[in-house]
Nanobody
Framework: QVHLVESGGGLVQAGDSLRLACAAS????????MAWFRQAPGKEREFVAA????????SYLDSVKGRFIISRDNGKNTVHLQMNSLKPEDTAVYYC?????????????????WGQGTQVTVSS
């Protein structure tokens, strides 16, 4: 059974940094593209960042480019999202997702497995 478990969320002030982690089990991690999505209160879930199985290719939501960095460690079955210069509009539940042999798609429908999410709250 596949499990994706997010951690690292919390309450921070604008301008602070957070590093989210997603630990994967029950799958061959290096066969999957990984992504982060987020859902703010009253809004639909949106793509944030993705990385291919090798880590060579990444993609980002325009509003987080230059502030967020996605990375992965295939030896530890983990993907991270380093979030810098956080803004109140980054407040959301952040979800980790896995796409078998994916190409770092921005489409939610491309991802087969999802975690339960971790809350990130940025105060102004």
């Amino acid at each position: 059974q596949v499990h994706l478990v997010e951690s690292g969320g919390g309450l921070v002030q604008a301008g602070d940094s957070l590093r989210l982690a997603c630990a994967a089990s029950g799958l061959t991690f290096s066969n999957y593209a990984m992504a982060w999505f987020r859902q703010a209160p009253g809004k639909e879930r949106e793509f944030v960042a993705a990385i291919t199985w090798s880590g060579v290719r990444t993609s980002y939501l325009d509003s987080v480019k230059g502030r967020f960095i996605i990375s992965r460690d295939n030896g530890k079955n983990t993907v991270h999202l380093q979030m810098n210069s956080l803004k109140p509009e980054d407040t959301a539940v952040y979800y980790c997702a896995a796409d078998f042999w994916g190409s770092a798609s921005v489409s939610e429908g491309s991802y087969e497995y999802w975690g339960q999410g971790t809350q990130v709250t940025v105060s102004s």
